[in-house]
């Protein structure tokens, strides 16, 4: 731990099967006008919808509706979203959804009442707030991104051809409160499921692979690593078990609420490389990540081999009597890659729709960075060819 730091998440979080008693207390905080945000039709079939509509009835709030937003947001659906704010007068945006429509949530909160062009500011510039934003909550139904927790917003300029993840700055857009029930996620389909497991492993690792302090925020991430193995391969077996889909909801929202990045150096590059994959291909941004991180890591593995061997050791049980580091650290690697076969998760590219025409131009489009080594242009590509 050696880096200073300031730490302060305000979003209330009400966790289980009766979190939704809270729904109305919360709602009397707020003035009569809610957005309500959506996707498509998932909150409808399960009755979370006719849940929600119910008390919003009650509590005597106006609801104006945005519903349909896609996965991996369009930035036309934030644009909507503000122009329904502005002209409703808009209290609060009650999210109801997975990341997609949280981020979605958070991007018209910030975007409503900005005079300008907000694309450009808030995310290519990532420019600071300068305008009045609306108040997030959120209930989650599909559990991945942590969203629920932090002031990440991830939006697709589908003109543009580009998918760009913005951290607005605690506290202003992280949502006021948001109602995590495991008992929502049993209708996610398994693909969604399994995505929404390889994204939170992707968020750990991105914070895991940098540094070389002691650091407690390592010890933590490998905790939660270990819950999040064992809980994933219990809902695989039995989708409804309750603390199975509990553990995975947690590992989920502490796996990207800043507290496990505390004191730590960060990675990130698998998820810049996929933002551009998801651009190019509109796939499950989880699925994405798994298919990439087994070829990122081998690629750079040998900068950073203390790490990987205690990856190996400690999250996979790697037995390193007589190997190199560099084979204990590659049989980690392995064992990870393992893990995502296990949840069925397709192992290339092309199995996500990406073209052999598309990889230059994915590579081109990332912003480059990295933990342990600085990726290049050329060096995406490879990682790109390799897991192609
Ligand atoms: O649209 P509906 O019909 O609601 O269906 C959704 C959607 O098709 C479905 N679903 C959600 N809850 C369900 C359900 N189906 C049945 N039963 C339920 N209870 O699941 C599908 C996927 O939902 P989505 O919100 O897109 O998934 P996810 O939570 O994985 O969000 C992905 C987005 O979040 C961004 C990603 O890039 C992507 O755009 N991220 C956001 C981050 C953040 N805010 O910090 C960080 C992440 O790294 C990530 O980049
Ligand atoms: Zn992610």
Not at 315 to 325: A, I, L, N, P, R
Request: aromatic share 10%; charged share 20%; proline share 4%.
């Amino acid at each position: 731990m050696i880096y200073d730091f300031t730490y302060c998440n305000p979003t209330t979080i009400y966790f289980g099967k009766k979190s939704m008693s809270h729904l109305t207390e919360e709602l009397q905080r707020y003035g009569a006008n809610i957005l309500l945000v959506y996707g498509k039709n998932s909150i409808k079939k399960t009755g979370i919808y006719d849940q929600i509509c119910a008390i919003l009835r009650e509590t005597g709030k106006k609801v104006t509706e945005l519903a349909g937003i896609n996965s991996n947001p369009r930035y036309t659906q934030v644009l909507e979203g503000g122009r329904l704010v502005r002209e409703n007068h808009i209290d609060l945006i009650l999210a109801v959804g997975g990341g997609s429509v949280i981020d979605c949530s958070k991007a018209i909160a910030a975007s409503a009442y900005y005079e300008g062009d907000p694309w450009q500011h808030y995310w290519m510039e990532q420019g600071p707030i300068e305008n009045k934003v609306v108040p997030v909550a959120s209930v989650l139904t599909m559990t991945g991104t942590a969203s629920e927790m932090n002031t990440g917003s991830v939006i697709t300029n589908e003109e543009k051809k580009l998918k760009v993840g913005r951290v607005f700055p605690f506290p202003d857009l992280c949502p006021k409160f948001s109602i995590l029930n495991p008992e929502f996620t049993y209708t996610v389909p398994k693909t969604q499921m399994v995505s929404g497991i390889a994204d939170i492993f992707s968020h750990l690792m991105e914070q895991y692979f940098s540094g070389d302090d002691d650091c407690t925020s390592d010890y933590l991430l490998e905790g939660v690593m270990l819950s999040l193995i064992n809980a994933s391969r219990k809902a695989l077996v039995n989708p409804e078990d309750y603390e199975a889909r509990s553990n995975i909801m947690w590992c989920a929202t502490m796996g990207l609420n800043k507290i496990l990045a505390l004191s730590k150096t960060q990675d990130w590059e698998v998820h810049m490389i996929e933002h551009q994959l998801g651009a190019y291909t509109d796939c499950p941004h989880g699925i994405g990540l798994a298919v990439i991180s087994p070829a990122y890591y081998r690629y750079i593995c040998r900068h950073g081999l203390h790490k990987f061997v205690r990856f190996a050791k400690n999250v996979w049980h790697v037995d390193d009597t007589g190997k190199s580091e560099e084979q204990t650290a590659l049989e980690g690697i392995q064992a990870l890659e393992d893990f995502f076969r296990e949840l069925g998760i397709p192992a290339t590219l092309r199995e996500l729709g990406a073209t052999e025409e598309m990889l230059p131009l994915i590579a081109h489009s990332t912003i480059p960075g990295g933990g342990y080594y600085p990726m290049q242009e050329e060096d995406i590509l490879h990682v790109l060819h390799e897991c192609w």
